[in-house]
């Protein structure tokens, strides 16, 4: 016979003695969550830590034959105190019980104290439970607590009575007050876990404001644009466009680019003028498969992306002497005494990083992540760098 028990720092499962009348109570208090909530009150670092008392304070609980009325038989096992993990309890009447952390030198435990039961699974757990800081009094500053129990394996009948006993929520009384876990009975796990999933993707989106990989942690993929794969080559952004005004009106179509050929990556994005337009599109393109556009099957899927927002930066962006959408800027003055400003431009789907020193305008062949160059404007173009009026921006268009 098995539990599964849930504790504040994860799992571990105990196989118990089943020729053990101790391991047949804990079971049976296991089975009517007489342990859900209590803590681990005690934990003495490579030596045991105790658990089992609903008050909390290590001076409380009852076997199941108590509990019932009943006299309790005499606590014996063939188990030793020969291994880590070994479950034992210092009173066969009690509720309480132990679990060593280490698994030599407590052959002495063995003539005073009941072993029924081992942790057979979890003990990397009962290592955090070990290395947790107390006090002076062996309780941990934070709350361990023991979460619930599940029982795994049950081959015995249950005792008549058992679930007419009502048991107390565990409490703690008279105790030092410690750190809390955070634990509390009446929240709903599967709501708990949402809302701790949303606080991680919170800080990961904030992160990545911090970092610059995407303008604002508040941002979300838009709700009114379908991304589109598997486009062939020659199909343009017009096309594109004209052949999804079929579901509504398109506010833009945009066909991911070579930044340095200018050829198609044979994916896009269309925007929709509306949310319910794109619904449409998605379930009529989407639930047949795709759509034929020049010779090939165009897969289509809600937008999960950040990426439109700087390939269809219409009206989005303000925009540089030529018309190219700048979407970020630095500045500052080198050491001969210029103005340099560094811009990151997007001319047409096109990412283009622009250096100008002294009013005029550089263009780098290739997007660079490195510092400005310290040096006069007339010898850019000695180390890469080009007049941007030489740059082709693909028919960019200023924005009103």
């Not at 108590?66 to 096992?77: F, M, T, Y």
């Not at 179509?253 to 340095?260: G, Q």
């Not at 760098?385 to 740059?391: M, T």
Request: proline letters at 5%; charged letters at 25%.
């Amino acid at each position: 016979m098995a539990v599964l028990v849930t504790t504040s720092l994860g799992d571990l499962v105990i196989d118990l003695d089943c020729q053990s009348q101790v391991a047949y109570s804990f079971l049976k208090l296991c089975k009517i969550k007489y342990y859900d909530g209590c803590l681990f009150h005690s934990v003495q670092r490579d030596f045991v830590a105790q658990a089992g008392d609903p008050t909390g304070a290590g001076s409380g609980g009852d076997s199941i034959f108590k509990l019932l009325g009943r006299d309790s038989p005499a606590g014996k096992s063939s188990m030793k105190h020969d291994d880590i993990g070994m479950v034992a309890t210092p009173n066969p009447n009690g509720s309480q019980f132990y679990i060593a952390t280490r698994g030599h030198g407590l052959e002495y435990l063995d003539e005073k104290h009941v072993v029924f039961g081992k942790v057979a699974e979890g003990l990397d757990t009962l290592e955090k439970i070990n290395e947790a800081y107390v006090n002076e009094s062996f309780r941990p500053y934070k709350d361990i607590r023991i979460k619930s129990v599940a029982i795994l394996d049950d081959p015995f009948d249950d005792p008549e009575g058992l679930y007419s006993l009502k048991i107390p929520p565990c409490e703690q009384k008279n105790v030092v007050t410690t750190l809390d876990d955070g634990w509390n009975p009446t929240i709903d796990e599967t709501k708990m876990e949402i809302e701790n999933r949303a606080r991680e993707a919170r800080s990961r989106a904030v992160v990545l404001e911090m970092v610059g990989d995407i303008p604002d942690a508040e941002m979300k993929p838009p709700e009114n644009v379908l991304f589109a794969r598997n486009l062939n080559r020659v199909t343009e952004e017009e096309d594109l466009g004209l052949i999804f005004q079929r579901f509504g009106k398109v506010a833009e179509a945009s066909i991911i680019r070579d930044h340095k050929t200018g050829e198609s990556l044979c994916y896009g994005f269309i925007e929709f003028a509306n949310r319910e337009s794109c619904e449409e599109a998605y379930v009529k393109v989407g639930g047949k498969g795709g759509l034929l556009i020049d010779d090939r099957w165009v897969q289509v899927d809600f937008s999960q992306s950040l990426v439109a927002f700087i390939c269809m930066p219409t009206k989005r962006m303000p925009t540089n002497s030529l018309g190219a959408h700048v979407l970020e800027q630095i500045q500052h003055k080198n050491q001969h005494g210029h103005h340099v400003k560094i811009l990151l431009l997007a001319a047409g789907n096109m990412p283009i990083l622009v250096l100008m020193v002294a009013g005029k305008e550089f263009h780098a062949d290739r997007l660079l992540s490195v510092a400005p160059p310290a040096r006069p404007a007339h010898a850019l173009t000695a180390v890469g760098w080009r007049p941007l009026n030489d740059l082709n921006l693909g028919g960019c268009e200023p924005s009103d």
